[in-house]
């Protein structure tokens, strides 16, 4: 993907310099030309077009900032609540991911939803023990985590 990312750039500055005019519209159009040369070159490369690991990128962040904010309203009713009826538990998550950097941001994006907390990762990295503030059912959790961040880190990295 760095390859690709790097080849579109030059094909941006190539075009600068052919058309003797440097400034950032001829830069953006030099790179959108440079888009759809590596799309027609695409079957040449190795892995696949840079722009859907770009665009799988953009779709992890949003489902973090959609899950942030509705872990904070849920943390945030537990909160406000006049009895604490919630429940706190600890559940293990098998995770399909294999990449150390892969295991290492689902961690940090659980972590960093309010009501949830990785305390260890096993040392095969394939568990994930989990701590949560208000579990009802840890079979839904697990379900929950793995159909967002688990999928969405997959689509990035492959």
């Known amino acids: 993907m760095a390859f690709q990312i790097l080849l579109n750039f030059f094909l941006a500055f190539t075009w ?3 058309t003797a005019e440097y400034n950032g519209l001829t830069f953006l159009i030099g790179y959108f030309f440079g888009l759809v040369i590596l799309y027609i070159l695409r079957r040449f490369f190795d892995r696949r077009f840079y722009i859907f690991n770009v665009l ?7 489902i973090f900032i959609r899950e942030l904010i509705l872990s904070n309203i849920a943390v945030l009713k ?3 609540s006049p009895k604490l009826m919630n429940r706190p538990g600890i559940f293990a998550l098998e995770t399909e991911l294999t990449k150390d950097w892969e295991i290492t941001i689902l961690s940090n994006l659980i972590t960093l939803t309010p009501g949830t ?10 568990i994930l023990y989990i701590h949560a503030m208000d579990i009802k059912d840890a079979e839904e959790a697990k379900q929950s ?3 967002t961040f688990e999928k969405a880190i997959q689509e990035v990295s492959r």
């Not at 799988?56 to 949003?62: E, F, P, S, V, W």
């Not at 907390?117 to 394939?126: A, I, Q, R, T």
């Open 117 to 126: 907390l990785v305390l260890e990762v096993s040392p095969d990295n394939k």
């Open 145 to 147: 985590i793995r159909n």
């Open 78 to 80: 537990v909160i406000l």
């Open 16 to 18: 600068m310099f052919m």
């Open 56 to 62: 799988a990128a953009i779709k992890l962040l949003l």
